[in-house]
């Protein structure tokens, strides 16, 4: 990868966990549940790689880490 495809990677990333957090505060101050559901649904979260990078406990982690944000922030 070149330096200009990690850095335009990393800036996709950063934009998208943006908008996935807003969305997660806004459907769950309007429909209170979905971040439980999300929650509960995260023992079928895996990584998909097929190397020594697989860490479904670390993916697992990621992602209940944005849960606990989410629930944090809150929309004001």
């Known amino acids: 990868m070149t330096d200009d495809t990690a850095v335009q990677a990393r800036q996709r990333e ?3 966990e943006h908008l996935l957090f807003k969305l997660m505060e806004y459907v ?6 979905l971040l439980d559901f999300m929650e509960a649904s995260l023992d079928h979260l895996g990584d998909p790689a097929t190397d020594g990078t697989k860490d479904d406990k670390g993916v697992r982690e990621i992602a209940r880490r ?3 944000g989410a629930r944090k922030q809150g929309v004001d």
């Open 14 to 16: 950063i934009a998208s």
């Open 66 to 68: 944005m849960i606990v």
């Open 28 to 33: 769950e101050a309007r429909h209170p549940g």
